[in-house]
């Protein structure tokens, strides 16, 4: 492990938890096209942030939604994860085939308006979600807990990434995403996170109780 490469980087993979999938938690991207899109709107460009974005669905969703708002030219969607091979998985857009019953299911739960087929392109097991969704995508490595804020942005997603961290790191963490987050800049946690308890608490309003969306107030 200390002295090949090949074998820490498996080991990593195998402590660190990779589970997400396309519109994970319907209600959560519902919420955002109703609470924050027509704020987004307001905005001459739009800096979105998922941080810990593993293998990249969650990207691509907001990629869909951002296109069907009328929002996706104007906007720039930084995907950063600890894991260079699954960084490596999401930017090639290629996800099983069998996964897309579920996955569009939890599009039209979230408010889809068109048919998600038209996003990707099927061939034998897999699909290819088309190259202009990652137009604006731009994916880079990024370690939570080592590494410094390195933008402004106006979204943060954060989502299901903290539950794995002690309070300590809870802490270190929002801190970072409460320095990276523009005023008035909206935070999205995972459903089991809450913006509750932590040392950037007061900062915040809540968008949506039920989904996990604050406001940054001040």
Not at 22 to 41: G, T
Not at 156 to 180: A, G, P, T, W
Request: hydrophobic share 40%.
């Amino acid at each position: 492990m200390l002295h090949n490469r090949e074998v820490m980087t498996r080991l990593l993979s195998d402590l660190t938890i990779h589970v997400t999938e396309m519109f994970r938690d319907p209600a959560v991207f519902r919420s955002f096209r109703e609470h924050v899109v027509p704020l987004l709107r307001t905005y001459p460009f739009i800096r979105i942030w998922h941080a810990g974005c593993s293998t990249g669905e969650e990207v691509y969703s907001m990629a869909i939604l951002l296109k069907e708002e009328g929002l996706y030219e104007k906007s720039r969607i930084y995907a950063t994860d600890t894991s260079e091979r699954v960084l490596d998985s999401a930017k090639q857009g290629v996800f099983p085939i069998d996964r897309m019953q579920s996955f569009t299911r939890n599009y039209m739960d979230a408010g889809g308006k068109e048919a998600f087929s038209k996003y990707y392109t099927a061939k034998y097991d897999s699909v290819l979600f088309h190259s202009e969704l990652k137009a604006n995508i731009v994916f880079a490595q990024h370690n939570l807990v080592t590494d410094q804020s390195f933008n402004e942005f106006n979204v943060i997603f954060c989502r299901n990434v903290m539950i794995y961290f002690n309070k300590e790191l809870q802490n270190h963490v929002h801190k970072l995403l409460y320095e990276s987050l523009s005023t008035f800049g909206i935070l999205a946690l995972g459903t089991k996170e809450s913006i509750n308890f932590t040392l950037h608490a007061d900062a915040y309003e809540e968008m949506d109780p039920q989904t996990r969306l604050y406001r940054k107030t001040r």
